[in-house]
C-alpha cells in the first residue's frame, strides 16, 4: 500500500489571504497567458496554410442546440459570469492544478442538476461516447481522490469549471472549455469545423480500487499502446526513437505553454515496418477520436496527410515508466508517467499519468481558422487571445 503525501496547508478553494508567494504564482501565468498568441511551433518557426477554412459535412445541429439550451436555462448573473467573447484571453488560463487560481465560469459543483446536466450535454454532443466517458471517468477519479485524502470538499467530481465562447444562437464562432483537477478540454466551432485543442486529460490515481466509483480506470489503451508500439521497435529503430535517457519534469507543452518551441525528435514513421506504422496510427486514434465520429475521421484525414513528418519519441522503460510523443506539423501528443503528488512517491509511477494534445502552428483554439473567418466576413484581423 503506497503512502498519501501530506497536503499541508494547500488550500483548493480561493484562500482568504493572498501571500506573497500565491501572488507570484498567479503572476507568471497571467504573463505567460498575455503573451501573443503564437501557437506551438518548432524552432524553423510556424508553418502557414494548415488549416483551410472549409466546411467538413459535419451536422452540427445537435451541439449548437445544446448549447442554446444551456444558455437559455442560465440566469442574467451566471450569464454574466460564464460567458465571454469568443478571443477573450481566459481561453489561455487553463490549469491542470487542483487549485483556485485563475478559474473562471461557472463551478458545475453550484449549478443545480437541471442546469448541470444542460452544461453536459454540450459536451456531450461534442465528442464521441468514448471521449466523453473519458471525460466523465476522470472526474468521477477526482472524487477518488477527494475520499483518499479525506478532502471531498476540494477534490470531487462537480469541482470543474464550464465557460462558453462566443454566440452559437447567432451561427458565428464560439467553443467551450472545462477546465479543472486533471481535465482541461477546449473546444472551438466555426461553422461546422471542430477544433479540440489544447486538451490536458490526467489522472491519481489511475484506477480506483474503493468508494464511490470503485473499479473506474483510465488511459489503459493509451498506456498499452504505447508501450507495445516502442517494444516492437527493432534495436536500431529504438535508439531512433530514444531522445532522453531521463524522465522530463513534465510535459513540454502543458498548461501556458500555449506558444511553447519543440522540435521534431525520434523516429520517423517513415521509417517504420508496415506494422509498426499502423500501431502509431492506433495510437493516434485513441487521442483524435476522442471527436464525435465525423470530427475524428476529419481530423485523421488532416493528422494522415501529414504522416510523413510524424516523428515518435521516446524516454524511459517499456517494462517501467516511461515518456512518449506523437510529433507532426498538425498534431503533437504527449504521455508521461508522474511522480506522486496525491501519493507519496517521489518518482514517476505508473498511478499518475498526465497526457495533453496539441494542434500546432496556430491550431490551438481554433486560433488559425478564426483569423481565416475574421479576414473573410468581418475584414477583422487575427485571433489574439490577449487583452
Known sequence: MVALR?????????????????????????????EPFRGVHTSTGLKQGLFPLRSTGADVRPVYRAAEDY?????PQQLAEGRFAVDDVSWRHWNNGARYFLRHGICLEELDEDRRARAMAVIRASLSTQGYDQIVDLMHLNLTV????????????????????GEPE????WGWQLD??????????????????????????????AGT?????????????????????DPRRREQAVIADTMPPELFVGAFRDNGELDHQGLPLSRMSPAQRENALNLLGLYVNRAGDHHARVRMDEVLAHEGDTHFAWIGDPDGTFYYRLHSPVILVEFEHMPGVIFDNDHPSRRHIHTVVRTPN????????????????HRGGPMKLTP
Do not use: I
Not at 480561493?14 to 501565468?29: F, G, Q, S
Not at 477527494?146 to 465562447?165: A, C, M, R, V
Not at 466509483?213 to 521497435?233: I, K, M, N, S, W
Not at 496556430?362 to 473573410?376: F, I, K, N, S, T
Open 71 to 75: 444558455l437559455a436555462g442560465l440566469t
Open 146 to 165: 477527494g475520499e483518499l485524502s479525506g478532502d471531498t470538499d476540494g477534490l470531487n467530481e462537480w469541482l470543474y469549471w464550464f465557460s462558453l465562447y
Open 180 to 209: 479543472g483537477h486533471h481535465v482541461n478540454v477546449n473546444c472551438v466551432f466555426v461553422g461546422d469545423q471542430m477544433v479540440l485543442t489544447p486538451s490536458f486529460l490526467g489522472a491519481e490515481p489511475v484506477a480506483a480500487g
Open 213 to 233: 466509483y470503485a473499479g473506474t480506470v483510465a488511459f489503459r489503451r493509451e498506456e498499452a499502446l504505447g508501450q507495445e508500439l516502442f517494444t516492437d521497435l
Open 6 to 34: 501530506k497536503r499541508g496547508n494547500a488550500p483548493t478553494r480561493r484562500p482568504e489571504v493572498w501571500t506573497p508567494d500565491l501572488l507570484e504564482k498567479v503572476a507568471w501565468r497571467v504573463k505567460a497567458a498575455d
Open 362 to 377: 496556430a491550431g490551438d483554439y481554433g486560433v488559425d481558422l478564426l483569423r481565416q473567418h475574421h479576414e473573410r466576413h
Open 170 to 173: 447567432n451561427g458565428g464562432p
